[in-house]
Structures are given as structure tokens and as C-alpha cells.
């Protein structure tokens, strides 16, 4: 029998707030432990939250960034369960009236082709402390540096259905919070992380299947990972007759394969009531308008522009459009360089290339995109080569200096005085007579595999200084 995969995410998305939602505890990552809880945080008797409005700024603009309802009354709730590092015994998080509602994302896969994911909500809560098994013998501890730390669950329809498009929707969800401003995305810090809800039907049912929920995954590649096991898994069971059962999972990464946690609770089991402390709130439509005013050049805007303005493909203006401080960069380079293509090239293959290799992110990048345009321009003119050209980056990624100082240090200018070249291919016409007599005796389709053995002979005297347009010219008047 085959399968199809209904998958929808729950992502966790720390707020970029520099106090917590209801305390005035810093957020700020790797501080020592239990060094950034206070009386409200630690939930000591008497202490009353109070909500952090910045907050509930960057929510209405995530919402507004999707184009989703906006809920102008949501309330907090009191989601009751027990855990070590939630010391009040519930989580103040929303349920019936979230602060954004209904929206649509648009993701675009690896061929070009785009998919609309519908998205049920996203709703304000505190996060969690965090359990530390490490450092303890047969015990654990508890941080709660992290408990109280803004977060907005943004949750998907059950419409995705591969792994590629979980994928997809995530790396696109990033790109538009870093946008935005609301969140650093940080997946390895804990500011970006993902429940998975999945299950599988007979192609061709309307009816979904039993559903599994991994928690807490925390990468895209192992976001990708955790959805290829558990459809193997469940294949497996429903291929031999057996029923999946509802519950919730966790990924291990080391062993590829998801485990079970618990049973998998239901919104009785959490005994939610309105949060008795907190008042509903309220937004008005000049709060509102304030913050679309606020909103930036999202991604798939910027993407457009891309391709209307710089004459670039989809998948190239996607690629550069996906991290406002790559598109930033690329676009400083294209202005300055004067060939947005060319510029396009260089950032996505050789800058990105060699920034994937040292691990290092755009925003260390120590080739400033001055420097970048300087060296594209030398190109365009002719002062260099391609070849050349690679040489001349590597030498500014070691903090040599720009294009032009690099060029001149070492000599690299290219070789374009006629004078200069006409000798160096007639030397070498004169040094290989046997090649010119083949050459010449060769039919059209030939000669034009036996004039790279020339043209290398020339680059080789100047020592890949010669300009290859004009020595072609002159080893074709030059061979006749």
C-alpha cells in the first residue's frame, strides 16, 4: 500500500526582548546558571506577572509579515503541567483567543516551484527552564535562566508533505523573523525550535492518520533527518497491519532514530483557564498601522526585486535574498561593481563557497563588499583574469588589503600591450612546429580543440597574465 505524509510544525521562536515577558530578567544568552531568574521567574509567593509590550510588538509583525488576522482582544491562559524546570506547576501561554490568527506562508523548493502553508496561529508564552544532566551524577539540575524568555508558537495546518518542504517552510520561517528583527533564529541556542506532528494515510483518504509528535529539534538537518525515520517507521507498522500509536517522540541524533517520551496529552489533559493575573489584550488599529509602518523589505519582496531589477533567475535571487545581510551585501557589490550578474556569481560561489568552508557567516566576513566590487571591476576592465581574479580573493580573505593593493603587491596585472603578446605567441608558434602542422592540416572542428594547446603555452610564458581574449585573436591571425 502507499503512503502519504501529512506533516504540520510547531515551531518555538524565542523573541529578541531584552527582558522576559512577565519579569524584568535579562534574556541574554550563556549567562551562568540561575544567574537571570528573578522572584517572578522562580514563581516565589506574591509575585504577579506583568506583560512585556515589546513582545506583543514583534508577535503583531510576525503576523503582519504573513499577512495574518490579528487578533485586536487575545488573553493569556494558565496550561497546567508538571515539570522540574517549571517552577510554578503551569505555563501562562494563550489558547482560545492567540494574538495572531489565520495566515498563509509561501515557501519555494529546490526546483523553483512554490507551495502555500496555511498557518493555524501563533500565540505568545513563557518558555521553560532547562534540565542539566551533564555535570550530575544520578541527578540533574536546573537552570532557570531561560524560564520566562518571550516565545511565539507559530503552528501549521497538517498541509506539508516531505521532509524537503518541512525543510523548506523552516529555512523560509528564518529568514523572515531575521528580517523582521524579532528573533536571531539561533537553532543551536535554543531560539528556534521545532515539534513535528506527523502521520501517514493511504494515498487518496481524506481522513488523516494517527499522528506522532518529536519534540524539540532543534536543526534543519536534523529536522530532515527525524521525518524520514519516523516515515520509515511508521510505514513499517501500518505495511504489517499494526496500529501507530499517539504519542509524543524525541529525535536521537546520534542513533538517527526518534524514541518514545510519553503518551501524547490532549488540550483537556492541560486543564487550561483564563490566567486570572493578566487582563486581556487589546489592540486598536493605529497600534497596528504603527507597526506595518515599521515592517521592512520582507523576502519574497525582496526576492522580486531581484529578479525585476538585477535581471537575476529565481533560484539566484532566492538563494541571495534569503539573509537580509547577504542581501545587503550582494546588493552593495552590485551597485559598486556595475554587473549585478557577474556580482551575483561571485557572492553565491566564491564568497558563500568559501565562507561554507570556514564555517564563518556573512556578517564575519572579512572581505568587505567594497573590496569585493574592486576586484569585479578589475575584471570587467581587463586588468585581470578570471583565474587571476581567484588568486586576488584568496589573497583579501587573508586580510592582504583590497583588490587593486593586492594586484599591484604581486604583479598580477594582465598583460594587454599588443607588442608584449605578439612576441609571446610567436614564440611559442616558433618553439612547437609540430602542433602548428597539425593544426593546420586539422579540419575546423579540430582546431578549435588544438588552439587550447597554444593558448596554454601562452598563459604559461606570462605566467597567467595574458589577456586570453586578445591571445586567441592573435594566435587565430597568427596560425592562419
Known sequence: MHFETVIGLEVHLQLATQSKIFSGSATAFGAEPNTQASAVDLAMPGMLPVLNEQAVRFAVMFGLGIGAEIGRRSVFDRKNYFYPDLPKGYQISQFSDPVVGRGTFEIQLED??????????????????????????????????????????????????????????????????????????????????CDINISLRPVGSDTLGTRAEIKNVNSFRFVEKAIQHEIERQSDILEDGGKVVQETRLYDADRNETRPMRSKEVANDYRYFPEPDLLPVELDDAFIEELRELLPELPREKRARFVSDYGLGDYDAGVLAASRPLADYFEAVA?????????????????????????????????????????????????????????????MWNGEGDADSVIAAKGLKQVSDSGELEAMVASVIDGNPEQVEQYRAADEGKRKKLVGFFVGQVMKVSKGQANPQMVNQLLADKLG
Not at 347 to 355: K, P, T, W
Open 112 to 193: 523553483g516551484s512554490t507551495r502555500e502553508i496555511g498557518i493555524t496561529r501563533a500565540h505568545l508564552e513563557e518558555d521553560a527552564g532547562k534540565s542539566l544532566h551533564e555535570d550530575f551524577h544520578g541527578c540533574s539540575g536546573i537552570d532557570l535562566n531561560r524560564a520566562g524568555t518571550p516565545l511565539l508558537e507559530i503552528v501549521t495546518d497538517p498541509d506539508i508533505r516531505s521532509a524537503e518542504e518541512a525543510v523548506a517552510y523552516l529555512k523560509a520561517l528564518h529568514s523572515l523573523v531575521t528580517y523582521l528583527g524579532i528573533s536571531d533564529g539561533n537553532m543551536a541556542e535554543g531560539s528556534m525550535r
Open 335 to 395: 551597485s559598486e561593481a556595475g554587473d549585478a550578474k557577474i556580482a551575483a556569481n561571485w557572492v553565491q560561489v566564491e564568497l558563500l563557497g568559501r565562507l561554507n568552508r570556514d564555517e564563518k557567516d556573512i556578517t564575519d566576513c572579512p572581505v568587505p563588499a567594497p573590496h569585493l566590487a574592486q576586484l569585479i571591476q578589475r575584471i570587467l576592465d581587463n586588468s585581470i583574469s578570471g583565474k587571476i581574479a581567484k588568486q586576488v580573493f584568496e589573497s
